[in-house]
């Protein structure tokens, strides 16, 4: 999977979340007995485990990866973490990361929530908590005896970057108008645009490929106008499955509603118009 051939390695190999990214590295450097568990919350695929995994191998701990959600019941969540906990000898460089305490925390959680609350205020080792949801009122609990650390989406322009990137390096191309709807489909979430990205490519999915391809009007006028060369503008054009005259009235439509003086309005428009000749 490309995903995990690409899973970054070190902290400069990440992409986006920078302040976030120093933000953790400074909580793992500065930790001692008695600080904070981290609180890390944003969506999937924006690097919460694996910027977890690289510090972790960094600072010299050996991280013990838990999902919260495999163990609501009281029971079952101490009798997991209370060994790690309580082991001093095996706690010297031992970390904890917890998964998707949001899927702990309510009302069908037979306890669990609270155990790992009540938990959490004697902790002596690092300790990390990952959550998609930021519902405040949901996580309430978490965020008081955490320090808590937002990531967010990773932005569709550093995106792109990454997959021409991924595309190079796996010697594929990939035409302009369906990198634009990967980035578009993925939402912010790097490992899903890997995963849709090798999909596409692959012969038992070339009918989604190629359905891929054809691109949104607005999205293929879009990119037209932000191609870097000629070659690269042509080949959104021929992504844009629809006939001239429906391209030509799609250029005509975005021309005119945008905020062009009139001495650039004129010179559009009169491009267009032999375009339609």
């Known amino acids: ?48 485990t694996t910027i977890s995994r690289i510090l972790s191998v960094q600072y010299g701990y050996d991280m013990v990866e838990l999902n919260a959600s ?29 998964d998707e305490v949001d899927g702990i925390h309510g009302s069908s959680d037979y306890g669990g929530g609270q155990a790992l609350l009540n938990m959490l205020g004697k902790v002596t ?27 967010h989406p990773i932005p569709p322009r550093i995106l792109r970057v990454y997959l021409n990137h ?3 390096e796996e010697g594929v ?18 490992r899903s645009m890997l995963n849709l990205a090798q999909s596409l490519i692959s012969d038992a999915d070339i009918q989604t490929y190629e359905s ?19 070659r ?3 080949s959104v054009l021929n992504s844009m499955r629809m006939n001239p005259r429906e391209k030509i009235n799609a250029f005509y439509s975005s021309i005119v509603k945008s905020p062009l003086d009139s001495k ?14």
Do not use: C
Request: glycine content about 8%; overall charge positive.
């Open 1 to 48: 999977m490309w995903s995990e051939k690409y899973r970054p390695k070190t902290i400069s190999s990440m992409v986006g979340n920078e302040q976030g990214r120093s933000d953790v590295q400074r909580w793992f450097s500065t930790w001692k007995s008695g600080t904070k568990p981290l609180l890390l919350t944003g969506p999937p695929g924006i690097g919460k």
């Open 70 to 98: 495999d163990a609501r019941s009281k029971s079952r969540l101490t009798s997991i973490l209370n060994p790690i906990i309580d082991n001093q000898g095996l706690a010297d460089r031992t970390m904890i990361f917890l």
């Open 125 to 151: 080792i690092p300790t990390i908590l990952a959550a998609n949801s930021e519902d405040v009122g949901k996580m309430r609990g978490f965020i008081k005896v955490s320090k808590h650390i937002r990531l």
């Open 166 to 168: 991924v595309l190079k």
């Open 173 to 190: 191309t990939m035409g302009p108008g369906t990198k634009i709807r990967i980035v578009s489909e993925s939402k912010g979430d790097v």
């Open 212 to 230: 891929f391809q054809e691109s949104s009007v607005e999205e293929g006028v879009d990119a037209f106008f932000k191609a870097k060369s000629i």
């Open 232 to 234: 690269e503008a042509a």
């Open 264 to 277: 650039n309005l004129s010179y559009m428009l009169n491009i267009i118009s032999k375009a339609d000749m």
